[in-house]
């Protein structure tokens, strides 16, 4: 895949269900400081990146640092699987606040190929659940019109990235 590249102070949202390769893609690609991920903010609250009664207070933190980052013009790459319109209605809105721009990186990986990852992970997801986010997949259309900035849709198959649009 060729490397995606940002500028300072882009805010970068990784989409796809559990398995799908996203914080792979993360730490080949971005510093460990750029990237704030929903599984470490619940380990900061909880000790446990497991820890599902912890999500609210972890979303609490990643959205502090996500706008810290944009107040001094960080890129900030958001590690959470991002499927539900109104988790990234809340990003989208922090963006313009400190005038930054937003990307999007989808990841377009079929169902078998993001079960078999899951299956092999430390922290393996129920099988349905990742089914049910699969499914939640939004297009590189519906994200445009959301109001992303950039949207970039990665795809196991090809290995590649593709700009919607």
């Not at 559990?18 to 971005?30: C, D, L, N, W």
């Not at 380990?43 to 972890?58: F, P």
Request: net charge positive; proline share 5%; glycine share 6%.
């Amino acid at each position: 895949m060729t490397a995606l590249t940002f500028s300072a102070g882009v805010l970068c949202a990784l989409i796809g269900p559990p398995g799908a390769g996203k914080s792979t893609f993360a730490r080949r690609y971005f510093k460990p400081t750029e990237i704030i991920s929903s599984d470490f903010c619940r380990a900061l609250v909880a000790d446990d990146e497991n820890d599902q009664s912890a999500t609210g207070d972890a979303f609490e933190v990643l959205h502090l640092i996500v706008d810290k980052r944009l107040a001094r013009g960080r890129l900030t790459v958001i590690d959470a699987t991002n499927l539900r319109n109104p988790d990234r209605a809340r990003l989208l809105d922090r963006a313009p606040h400190w005038k930054r721009p937003t990307t999007a990186v989808i990841f377009d990986v079929p169902l078998a190929t993001v079960q078999a990852q899951n299956a092999g992970r430390t922290r393996v997801v129920p099988a349905h659940v990742v089914a049910e986010f699969h499914g939640l997949l939004p297009t590189v259309d519906q994200l445009h019109d959301e109001g992303w900035d950039a949207v970039h849709l990665f795809s196991t198959l090809t290995r590649r990235s593709r700009t919607g649009r």
